[in-house]
C-alpha cells in the first residue's frame, strides 16, 4: 500500500461513502492488516474525525458527524468535484454567489500546489441553472481539464467528435481543428465554445463527445465573442439564434386556465392573470409549429393574441395531427 499519509486519506474517502464499513472490508481495499486499520483510524481520531466502532462479528467502523469541523483532506478527484460545484454555485441565483467565491478561494490558499494547479486548471462559464435543468452531465475530468487547458493557454485544439450515435465514420474521420475560447456548464451539459477553423464559423461542441487529442497545436490570437458576452452569446445560440439572446418566434396567447396552473409550466415565458380561470401567456420558441406545439401542453382552450405567424402555425400543427396514421 501507499504511504501512511495517502492510506489515511484513502480510509476517509472510503468511510464517507457508506455509513458502516466492516473491518475486514477496510483491511482488504488498503491491502492492511486489521492491526494497521485500526492504528489509522486511531490517528483519524486524534485529528478531530468522530469515527465509532460497531460491535457483531462484523464489526467495522462508522464516520458520525463531529462537534468540531476536522481538517478537510481531498483526494485529486474531489478537489476538481468541488472547484466545479463552488463556481457553478457563482450562477445559482440563489444568493451564495460571494460566499462560493470566498470558499472557493479559501480551500485554494491551503491547497498543496500540486492539486492547486490541477484546479487551477479548470476554468469555466456558469449559465444561471432554470427549473427542471439536470445536473451537469458526466464527462471525464481529464478532458475538462484538457480543454480548459487549452484556452486558458490559447492553443489550438485537436479532438475527435462523436455523433450522436457513433459510426464508422467517426472513428476514421479526420480531427476536428479548433480555436477553444470558453468551456461552459448549461441546461445539465458541457460545452465547449470555440470557433471552427475548418468551417471558419463559431461552434458550440458537447464535451461529453470530444476527445482530445495531444500534443495542442500553435497559440493563437482571442477572438472577441459575439455581442462580447459568452453567457448571453451561448443563450442565444440554444435559443436558435446568433446575435440576440431572444427566441426567434415570439407569441401571446389566452390561456383558459388560472394562471397559477399554469405558471410551474410556462418556463421562461411571462404569465399574467386575466381573471380566476384564465391568464396570459408569453413564449417563444425557435419555430412557429415548435411554439404552438408547445403551447399544447397546456391541455386547454387556447386564443392566440399575436402574431398571426403563430395562429397559421396551429393550423399547420392541426392538419399534420390529422394526417398522422399508424402502421
Not at 31 to 60: C, F, K, W
Not at 134 to 160: K, N, Q, Y
Not at 163 to 170: H, L, V
Not at 178 to 200: F, I
Request: glycine share 8%; charged share 25%.
Amino acid at each position: 500500500m501507499s504511504a501512511p499519509t495517502s492510506r489515511l486519506l484513502t480510509l476517509l474517502s472510503l468511510l464517507q461513502t457508506r455509513r458502516d464499513w466492516p473491518g475486514s472490508v477496510l483491511a482488504e481495499r488498503l491491502e492492511v492488516s486489521h492491526r494497521t486499520v485500526r492504528r489509522d483510524v486511531d490517528r483519524l481520531r486524534e485529528m478531530g474525525y468522530n469515527i465509532q466502532a460497531t460491535m457483531g462479528p462484523e464489526g467495522g467502523y462508522r464516520l458520525e458527524a463531529g462537534n468540531e469541523l476536522p481538517p478537510l483532506l481531498f483526494d485529486d478527484d474531489q478537489v476538481l468535484a468541488l472547484a466545479v460545484a463552488l463556481q457553478t454555485a457563482t450562477a445559482s441565483g440563489v444568493g451564495i454567489e460571494e460566499a462560493s467565491l470566498r470558499a472557493l478561494t479559501t480551500i485554494r490558499q491551503v491547497m498543496p500546489s500540486r492539486l492547486r494547479h490541477r484546479l487551477d486548471a479548470l476554468a469555466f462559464t456558469a449559465l444561471p441553472s432554470r427549473p427542471g435543468d439536470a445536473v451537469p452531465g458526466t464527462v471525464a475530468p481529464d478532458v475538462l481539464v484538457a480543454i480548459s487547458a487549452a484556452v486558458r493557454a490559447h492553443e489550438v485544439l485537436r479532438f475527435d467528435y462523436a455523433s450522436r450515435a457513433t459510426t464508422a465514420d467517426d472513428v476514421t474521420a479526420p480531427p476536428r481543428r479548433v480555436e477553444p475560447h470558453h468551456l461552459v456548464t448549461a441546461q445539465g451539459r458541457w460545452y465547449l465554445l470555440a470557433w471552427d477553423l475548418d468551417r471558419d464559423e463559431w461552434r458550440l461542441f458537447r464535451a461529453d463527445r470530444m476527445t482530445p487529442r495531444v500534443p495542442t497545436g500553435p497559440r493563437f490570437a482571442p477572438r472577441n465573442v459575439p455581442g462580447g458576452d459568452v453567457g448571453e452569446y451561448v443563450s442565444a445560440r440554444f435559443k436558435g439564434s446568433d446575435q440576440v439572446n431572444r427566441w426567434p418566434c415570439y407569441g401571446k396567447v389566452i390561456l383558459h386556465l388560472p394562471a397559477r396552473e399554469a405558471l410551474p409550466f410556462a418556463g421562461d415565458g411571462i404569465v399574467e392573470e386575466l381573471g380566476p380561470d384564465r391568464c396570459t401567456l408569453e413564449v417563444g420558441s425557435w419555430s412557429w409549429v415548435a411554439l404552438a406545439a408547445a403551447l399544447n401542453r397546456f391541455d386547454t382552450d387556447i386564443n392566440v393574441i399575436s402574431p398571426p405567424q403563430l395562429q397559421h402555425a396551429f393550423g399547420v400543427l392541426a392538419a399534420r395531427n390529422a394526417a398522422t396514421s399508424t402502421g
